[in-house]
């Protein structure tokens, strides 16, 4: 069995930083950390940020030049930092990992942004 935990949220005024991370724990051999999405009230879950297994990197419009995703295999840890952020990045976010054909998912990290 597989676990990914989300960590880092919080409340953070406009203009400011957070950043996430995403720990992967139990049968992790191999797993693949792959992308951020985020889930606005009232809104379905969209995309924020995407990296392959060999390191490249895709980001929603909305975002990019603000977050950057990453990860540190050696600690089965996806990050994401997020930057310059803005009241409508307000969202829960999520990570997503792939092993052996199976998609796991965390449960997700309250992001608010005041403004």
């Known amino acids: 069995q597989v676990q990914l935990v989300e960590s880092g949220g919080g409340l953070v005024q406009a203009g400011g930083s957070l950043r996430l991370s995403c720990a992967a724990s139990g049968r992790t051999r191999s797993i693949n950390l792959m992308g951020w999405y985020r889930q606005a009230p009232g809104k379905q879950r969209e995309l924020v940020a995407f990296?392959?297994?060999?390191?490249?990197?895709n980001y929603a419009d909305s975002v990019k030049g603000r977050f950057t995703i990453s990860r540190d295999n050696t600690k089965n840890t996806l990050y994401l930092q997020m930057n310059s952020l803005k009241p409508e990045d307000t969202g829960v976010y999520y990570c997503?990992?792939?092993?052996?054909?199976?998609?796991?998912w965390g449960k997700g990290t309250l992001v608010t942004v005041s403004s």
């Open positions: 990296i392959s297994t060999v390191g490249m990197t």
């Open positions: 997503n990992g792939n092993l052996n054909a199976m998609t796991y």
